[in-house]
């Protein structure tokens, strides 16, 4: 084979490939948003927005949930950065930053915090996102911790009151002041779905679930893989680089390793420690995170 011919299959490759920085940068969540460490992946180039990369696999240590408020597993709360859309977000600084809600406003004595909703999100089945839908995906969360359902109970417990006031914003009525209130409405676990949704049990087929806001959607379920497809109307333009995502699971250490090494998977999640120096010492992989 010439070097040429070589070269261009190479080439081919790559481009068939995801990138670590690409999946860093395009893919919001995919880089362990919900606090997965140790993340281990592919090649290196520079994604395009309108030529997005293809679909990536994968591989988490066990099968995810989808309903991060009834889920306490962290594949759970990872999947859903990749489903669903937040009021707010955490940014990779640390600060916080607008997601469904455009701006925020808290009031002098720290009791009323009033969020104005983006207007031009849409839902991944084409429904337009509103204050409506915050305000019961909001009043879910907080029914649920009340209940003992949720993963998180902690900081719902001082929002008195959950309403959808003019000028799409929700107002939240606190019965103290809290300075991690906006931390919550950043986290995975208080995802944005349709108001009516907020009643309605989730189940594990794609039917079963809401339509999420996020970068992608579940596409299809089965034989322990979960198939998101690229959300066309993301309302970060250009984003997600995605065409889409194939999410496997196995439990077992030494084939996690393997699969990546030999190509079988782009992205492991939570790499195994042990063979952390094996990975480092691999030139086509790159690791991210503690």
Known sequence: MSDRTSKKRDEMSFRN??????MLSGAVGIAGAAGLARIAGGRE?????????GVP????ARMPGFDPMRDPAIETGW???????TPLRIDSTGSIRSGVVIDWNISADGLQLDLRVRPDVLFADGTLLTAGDVAASLERCRALSSEGAAVATGHWGRVAGIDEIEGGTVRLSLIQPDVAILALLASARTPVVPKRWVDRDWGDTPERLPPGSGPFAVSGIEDGRIMLDRHPAYHQVGRPYLAGVVVTTSSETVPRATELVTGAVDVVVDAPLLDIPTLRDDPNLTLVGG
Not at 17 to 22: M, N, Q, T, V
Not at 45 to 53: D, E, G, L, N
Not at 57 to 60: E, N
């Open 79 to 85: 999947l859903s950065t990749l489903i669903h859309e």
């Open 57 to 60: 696999v994968v591989s988490l």
């Open 45 to 53: 180039s520079t994604p395009h927005p309108a030529t997005p990369y």
């Open 17 to 22: 490939r995801i990138s670590r920085r690409g």
